[in-house]
């Protein structure tokens, strides 16, 4: 009996709590005693982000969303860091090369490396062209897919807030109270001032 009473307290102490039936639930980063929003719009606390991870996490087709562009920016890394080192040892290799043919003393070879080197160098670059075409587009669809998914976020969160504005307006009632309140003190501290 004994176990079975603490059973069921554990149970319900891990129920989350009930909602009054008709009553909208407010998301997590709306609750007044959510204190990781921050105000500025950055950073680890931002309510925009906060609001559509809890969007994204009851949405299967927004998780998938997430998984394949966070998979994206990994491949991009890799592929545009295999090109970069590429062409960073070739860079460094022309820049060690023309440094190295400008120590030559004598003024006939010097010269002769420097045209190979420049010529082997415009070469490497009108072949770069296309590698370097491919990267300004991978960049420019990055720039692309990251503006549509703000704009992801955004419709998605508006939905929220726009229901959350709708369904928690705050009574203007204890405002009033205190205005009356003022009206009647100031009133008082008017009288007592003629007398």
Do not use: W
Not at 10 to 29: D, L, R, Y
Not at 38 to 55: F, P, Q
């Amino acid at each position: 009996m004994f176990t079975a009473l603490i059973s069921l307290l554990i149970i319900s102490c891990n129920q989350p709590p009930q909602t009054e039936p008709g009553k909208p639930v407010t998301p997590k980063a709306l609750e007044e005693k959510s204190s990781e929003i921050s105000v500025s719009g950055r950073g680890n606390g931002d309510i925009l982000e906060s609001l559509y991870k809890e969007i994204v996490d009851k949405d299967p087709d927004l998780k998938e969303l997430e998984n394949q562009v966070a998979g994206l920016n990994d491949h991009k890394e890799d592929s545009v860091e295999v090109f970069n080192n590429y062409k960073n040892r070739n860079d460094l290799y022309y820049s060690t090369a023309i440094a190295v043919g400008g120590t030559v003393k004598d003024s006939v070879i010097r010269e002769k490396i420097k045209t190979l080197l420049t010529n082997s160098r415009e070469n490497f670059t009108a072949g770069m062209s296309t590698p370097d075409n491919l990267v300004t587009r991978l960049r420019n669809k990055e720039i692309s897919l990251a503006d549509m998914h703000t704009l992801l976020k955004i419709t998605k969160t508006l939905k929220v807030i726009e229901q959350y504005q709708k369904d928690n307006l705050p009574s203007g009632k204890p405002i009033e109270s205190v205005i009356k309140e003022l009206d009647q003190v100031t009133r008082k501290a008017e009288t007592l001032s003629k007398q």
